[in-house]
């Protein structure tokens, strides 16, 4: 036990502190009133279709895990390709991401409705029921994923095993849970959603003229259902991942930067645990600073919730300086600065994304301007933009890169063992940094579709012009927040897939150490794989860009991106129709709804759109989990490693694209609904409408689950690491 | 002289034999009939804007001609950075790519009407007018390519250059000349054709309600224009620069695979020359083999062209063991495999790329289907399926490289220095493989615009019932074989950006000898920069994965294709709003245009056309030669390879999703056109429309680009070698 430092407590007890926040939050919203009996009906239906859906989904996902399970336990007791440990840490990370998606997305169906009463009294008063809802999801994630590392780290360091480069890989594989589970959650619920907001709104808006949100379309309960199975649930999944998977690739990075130097390496093991704790209780700080008074601008708004994720982020940035200055680590300066680089990245990120979405600025407003001559040119700018926007978070993910790598080595840009693994380490605990702030910033990004039901529901009880204003200014909010979060999801997913690439080196190495296979080092010796420094492994496998192997890996990759978005895509068109086959029908054989007489059969759009995500899920999942495989017995550690860096850039860069487009001609269309260029009803209103459909799936499912695709593709490979070396 | 054997002279034989060839076909075309005097008039229009728009090109070429000649002159000659044949090279390059574009383009536009006159007789005869014209682009390209190349293999020679190494990468920087011109002529071509032909579609297909082609419409002599301009000049500056580079880099490969190999050495070096050469003859033989009867069905119509083409490359394939037998190269059994590795990818992908865009099969299908729900869906489905198009090029790409590689290096895997000179010299001659076939590939490619021409005269002027039947076959015909000559371009664009990568590293390696900087080789010694294996060049500069100028290097090249394409895009979209606002303001301006009683003023458009493609230009073309500076300055060799990899993944994998959507969408709209959903004028109609137009920037001006993109970075990395190891 003496891996644990005293110091470490402070991560189980951040956990519980977050977890009892979460409780307390959540009892609070539960007290407040749900309003009239209209908005509990309806809230009422939202819940049980989502978790319906959520029921649904763990079905299937519990096959798939024991599945998983199984072969592991095979790879682990039978062919001894993997540690005993691993298949018990994979099915825990699938079971705490799943718990984090079950409460969130119960209190977000819990807080519509009250949202849009309290905004029957104040715009701050629905604000906050709003955000600290949020706040709920923001801090389950933090709280579940640093319990789940927390109890790891003490049962294997209990479980008598030395080692802390195998503890860092064996706790790695826990990711391998979480990944599984947001992978379901993010592909399943993104399809889900945009099946029922595309449906809905090509057979609403564009066919029978009647606005959103209305209560005579039969798809729109589906479609509020969905905000929270895919915005609430799905991103809350990806970015447990994310927080778990920089923390526990930057403890490994850790271990092997300072195997044998004693207790200097339990430090670092454990010093992104600490930033990651620190980060929980100055989240809880920011979230109280939220606030807002009645009649705010949009602006204000907008502030009022960048003043809690500012001030955290200023305050870890502080604390990080400290914490390292008192853990006594080596070039404790550079570190912190790496933290500040990921901290940083993650701001300009968000900003960017804004600049490129919002109609405040010129890309949407001419985007929203292109309406005046028709659909094409909408489509056509809305692609040209969102591709020219990726320039920005590449630029800044690249230069985070550098910078935080040569911070923590101390500027050392030659490519020694030591220089290597310093800088790998830096990069790591950027990404940590970058994510230091979850807490809050998931609660922002887990506001918007609860603002966004709450809209929702005030326009199906038919509350009054005031309230529905409050609710309009609430969800615009969110929809920026959206955008920002989502390019946070995804810078942070890059960061996270580059500390998982350095990680996949290290389970390699251990993979071999276990069969007692040996390497040749960059001088020719034979030496053991775990003495393998990352020179030695890079020569060894012929890790360089003349390899056939590793550009064929690159190819392989890129191209896995555009498959899978591509798969996703057709996937939602599909969904989709089958929605808008149904909406026709019941406008055609239901007599009265148009006018208003009839109810219409909510609850069968809700299973629609329930049976065709599960359906469609499937095909992309599995080919996320196949591909790294194949690609690993076939072309062995250098197509690997080709296929991780390919479909890493690829998918990052592509995953911008289809956000920003996605966002972008969300809020061109916006502009127009405001009275630009024709107002509501107008040509020009249709035109944006057709660059908004389009753009639902692109920011909301293939976009998304890139983050995912780039991830996971990582994680497989390092779990799988044993079946490579066999071959 | 000693490196030139006597079997060399069949070079400049071969390319004499295809121009005088293009010069008999193009006397041929100019003895028809023009037709009537209408026909000739409209014929002359399309010249006049033709030669008007590669005028005013040229102009703009000249300018930067001058500019970069006098930098290379600077670091040739006061720097000595270069050697002093480049700026010299680098003239010719572009001077002859820049008169295959204009002899090309002349007979395009003399063709058209000649077509639609003698379809007024028969279908074969205007086939034969059409592909007979087309042939004159291929055998020009092919032609001056190779003449090029044999003049300077004899000056070098002649001037007492010994070392073949030196020859090889001096004659690669001719390369940069052909880049530059491709730059322009189809990004240039690229903007004005789809500038045209969005703008022509959105005021008179959609709004004023007349079909394509009309003559009532100001732009369609622009529309007519751009054809000849972006899809002749362009793709034939294109394919001039494809062809020229995978000879050019293959002779690089193998002067360095079989140094000190004496004549083995020169026989490596003269073997692709040779294999093109004799490409040359059989692709005429495939030529005169083109012809088709009466009352062809599509199909029948097809099978014409796909004989011409097939028999040649079965010839060539076999004509290629017989080379490289009576070479006496050694290993020829192998190489020659991988010239027919090269061979068939590109028969794959042509195959792919018709499964994907032709409505004959499932995939266009169900994007015309989805027209039933609208545009947005139609735009969905698009891109679902060109994301998802790109699994089988990509694939195959994959495999020829392993292939390639394996063949002929006698499969052996472990990466030896002799292994990967060997492999990589492989890749590059499947390049050339792929590439053997252009003279008649190019003409099927350049057929197409001249039988969309004929159609549009034949329109315009009026033709009777019957010929406009047998244009519109024609022109069908056309539209397949120009999107798998795309896929053929895109294709052999990767292969040959690949052998540049190759030769990139051989170009360091002389930079670094002429300032007399030395590398370490992988056992730690200094070693003359000449003498470094391609293991010990990625040693020393540390080219591995975990290097993160090299992670940074892929994700700028990444990003880099996305922004050029996002660019090329917005420029479109603004070229084509000046053609609306033009056509619009002649509507409402010139009375009695819409009646047919007055002319609309044609000229105007075309100049609006050239200055918007001229303005737009700039900025992309900058770019792609900016970038891989800035990289190499500042991220150095490692840098650049990444970019340059990375660059070619996510550019090639860009480029087929682009290239496949649009012809997809093409076809679709025709689906619904032959009577399918509704066919003309209904609600599918117009959403096919919107799809179409959406596709038309996607594949004829961003995709097309993307291969000139890949290719130039390693041009210019190439050229700029010098600079990099200066820094």
Known sequence: MENILTVFWIVPVASVVALGMALYFY??????????????????????????????????????????????????????????????????????????????????????????????????????????????????????????????????NAAGVNSLVTITTTMLTFGMGASTQALFARVGGGLYTKAADVGADIVGKVEADIPEDDPRNPATIADNVGDNVGDVAGMGADLYESYCGSILSTAALGATAFVGCGAMQVKSVIAPMIIAAVGIFLSLFGIFLVRTKEGATMKQLLRSLGVGTNVSAVLIAGATFAILYLLDITNWVGISFSVVTGLLAGVIIGQATEYFTSHSYKPTQKISEASKTGAATVIIKGVGTGMISTMVPVVTISVAIMLSYLCANGFKLEMTAQNLSMGLYGVGIAAVGMLSTLGITLATDAYGPIADNAGGNAEMSELGEEVRKRTDALDALGNTTAATGKGFAIGSAALTALALLASYIEEIKEAMARVGQTMTDVA????????????????????????????????????????????????????????????????????????????????????????????????????????????GVVLGVAGVLGLLVGGLAAGFTLAIFMSNAGGAWDNAKKMVEEGNFGGKGSESHKATIVGDTVGDPFKDTSGPSLNILIKLMSMVSIVMAGLTIAF
Request: one cysteine or more; glycine letters at 8%; proline letters at 3%.
């Open 524 to 631: 020719g010796n034979v030496i053991e794989a775990t003495k393998a420094t990352i020179p030695d492994f890079m020569n060894h496998f012929q890790v360089n860009l003349m390899n056939p192997k590793v550009l064929v890996g690159v190819f392989i990759g890129a191209m896995a991106a555009f498959l899978f978005s591509g798969i996703t895509m057709g996937a939602v068109g599909r969904a989709a129709e089958d929605m808008v086959k149904e909406v026709r029908r019941q406008f055609r054989e239901i007599k009265g709804i148009l006018e208003g007489k009839a109810t219409p059969d909510y609850s069968r759009c809700v299973e629609i759109s329930t049976r065709s995500a599960q359906r469609e899920m499937i095909f992309p999942s599995l080919l996320a989990i196949i591909i790294p495989i194949v690609v």
């Open 27 to 156: 009892l609070q919203m539960k007290k407040a009133d749900e309003g009239t009996p209209r908005m509990r009906e309806i809230a009422q239906h939202v819940r049980h279709g989502a978790m319906a859906y959520l029921r649904q989904q763990y079905k299937v996902v519990t096959i798939v895990f024991i599945v998983l399970a199984a072969i592991f336990a095979v790879m682990a007791y039978v062919l001894h390709m993997q540690n005993p440990w691993v298949p018990f840490a994979f099915l825990t990370g699938g079971l705490f991401s799943g718990l984090a998606g079950f409460f969130g997305m119960k209190t977000a169906t819990y807080a519509s409705a009250r949202t849009a009463n309290a905004a029957r009294q104040s715009l701050d008063g629905g604000l906050r029921v709003a955000f600290r809802s949020g706040a709920v999801m923001g801090l389950t994630v933090v709280g579940l994923g640093l319990l789940d590392i927390a109890l790891w780290y003490l049962i294997l």
